[in-house]
């Protein structure tokens, strides 16, 4: 079975453009956005922002961060685990479920209580462990999106 390694940016801070760029190709997000949050995270003043990969022969093949809110109009639910992604060839390994308990652990660790979630993808998440809260309004968006919590 093939290995991978989580990695906290703060970590690996030379993977930083490389991440960026691979958020950017997954999410749309503009790469300056990713790059200038990854780079706030660089600093160590807080629990917020921070940014996870995961690599496998060298390459990125999963990810995640953590920011103040992930563009839903609740700013009260916050911080939130927000660009989850696993390469589909790496799905169903298990990735994503340690990526997400290695967020939690971190979180944990710097003092935060709750973590949030904005997603679609309800039975993945509940079968982590998340629980549904509520539904928040999408900025710039007339939808609602499902908020997850999960207290740490």
């Given at each position: ?72 109009e ?7 685990a ?35 979630l904005?997603t ?16 928040a ?16």
């Amino acid at each position: 079975m093939a290995r991978y390694a989580i990695f906290c940016l703060r970590e690996r801070p030379e993977l930083l453009l490389r991440a960026a760029e691979w958020f950017h190709e997954k999410w749309g997000i503009p790469r300056a956005a990713y790059e200038a949050s990854m780079r706030d995270s660089l600093t160590g003043r807080g629990a917020v922002p921070q940014w996870y990969v995961t690599l496998a022969y060298g390459a990125i093949i999963a990810g995640a961060g953590v920011i103040e809110n992930d563009f839903h109009e609740r700013k009260d639910l916050a911080p939130n685990a927000c660009a989850v992604y696993v390469e589909e060839n790496w799905r169903g390994r298990g990735v994503a479920r340690a990526l997400l308990s290695r967020i939690c652990a971190d979180m944990q660790e710097k003092g935060v209580k709750t973590l949030y979630l904005a997603t679609d993808h309800t039975a993945f998440y509940e079968k982590l462990g998340w629980e549904f809260l509520c539904l928040a309004w999408e900025e710039g968006h007339a939808r609602q999106t499902r908020m997850y919590m999960r207290k740490l």
